[in-house]
């Protein structure tokens, strides 16, 4: 593990940008390409960098094996409760237009908060199949 | 270059070279996507197929021996499976409205959510608001899809605790 410098330094250079990249396309999916699920590929794919360059033992570190697990239906929920929101507000299931004091607005809210829901599950998903996969090759 | 690459994926029988082919095919097919102006598509195939993909199956190959293993029956009953399939897809190709006709479902529908997203959700990216607004309900169940693959991915790989039987 001692000859990777290159890979060492070029993946801390990188992966900034690629979390970055990540958030961009997360947040700017209303304007441009992308949405929740590319954006939570593209983290997910930055943490899996990280274990593959130094270690699954620091990437576990960072992002904790439970951390993961708990985020992968916790995005489910946040859209579930997007839904049962716009119900409570006097809509239909998943209907944003009363979640804020326009339509528009609630429109924006609602599928802000969808698309985070949607980013928590992918990231979370892609990362713990890779650690399930990653764990047990260290375990042979 | 596509079929050139699913040639050299069937032929190679060294499988990191195979891992390697798909990754490339992934990008060659996201500029498909990217030709027929589908960019949230091409983003999808190049950070799932290329990115996550490869390296799942590298991942993978890590586990099992890198050659490709002699087939142990005859070249018949694959045969019959993929011409099978190949004809059933045929067969399902044939029922989609023609390419680039002007009456297609799509051209019917599509410039009314083009019309309706601005004003309505304040969104410019149709596909967005299609996706996360209009069609929410789809959205949903493809959350709870993913949700499911990695669950089921984790009870079958997820080392179970050392006493074995229960629930594991």
């Known amino acids: 593990m001692r000859l990777d410098l290159i890979l060492r330094v070029a993946t801390k250079l990188i992966l900034p940008y690629m979390l970055l990249f990540a958030l961009y396309v997360q947040f700017h999916g209303d304007y441009g390409a992308g949405g929740g699920f590319q954006a939570g590929v593209i983290a997910g794919a930055a943490i899996i960098l990280y274990a593959l360059v130094f270690g699954l033992a620091a990437a576990r570190r960072i992002v904790p094996a439970a951390l993961v697990e708990t985020m992968m239906p916790l995005g489910v929920f946040i859209y579930a409760a997007v839904g049962v929101a716009g119900w409570l507000t006097g809509g239909d299931y998943l209907e944003y237009n009363h979640l804020a004091r326009d339509p528009v607005h609630g429109q924006e809210w609602g599928v802000f908060l969808v698309e985070l829901g949607v980013f928590v599950t992918v990231s979370a998903t892609m990362v713990a199949i890779f650690y399930a996969f990653a764990g047990r090759g260290r375990a042979r | ?168």
């Not at chain 2, 949230?40 to 890590?62: F, H, K, Q, S, W």
């Not at chain 2, 002007?102 to 608001?129: C, K």
């Not at chain 2, 996360?132 to 959350?143: N, V």
């Open chain 2, 1 to 168: 270059m596509l079929a050139v690459t699913t040639v050299a994926i069937v032929r190679v029988r060294n499988l990191f070279a195979v891992a390697v082919l798909t990754g490339i095919y992934s990008f060659l097919m996201a500029t498909v996507l990217l030709v027929l102006d589908a960019p949230d598509v091409a983003l999808t195939e190049a950070a799932v197929g290329a990115g996550i993909g490869t390296v799942l199956i590298v991942g993978a190959l890590y586990l099992t021996k890198t050659d490709e293993a002699r087939p142990v029956h005859g070249i018949l009953l694959p045969l019959v499976v993929a011409g099978g399939t190949a004809a059933a897809l045929l067969f399902g190709v044939s029922e989609t409205p023609p390419f680039g006709d002007p009456a297609n479902p799509v051209h019917a529908q599509g410039p009314d959510y083009v019309a309706r997203s601005v004003p309505e959700t304040g969104i410019p990216n149709v596909v967005s608001s299609v996706l996360a607004s209009y069609r929410g309900f789809d959205t949903l169940g493809e959350t709870v899809v993913i949700f499911t693959a990695g669950i089921a991915v984790l009870m079958l790989l997820k080392r179970s605790p050392p006493k074995r039987g229960g629930k594991g």
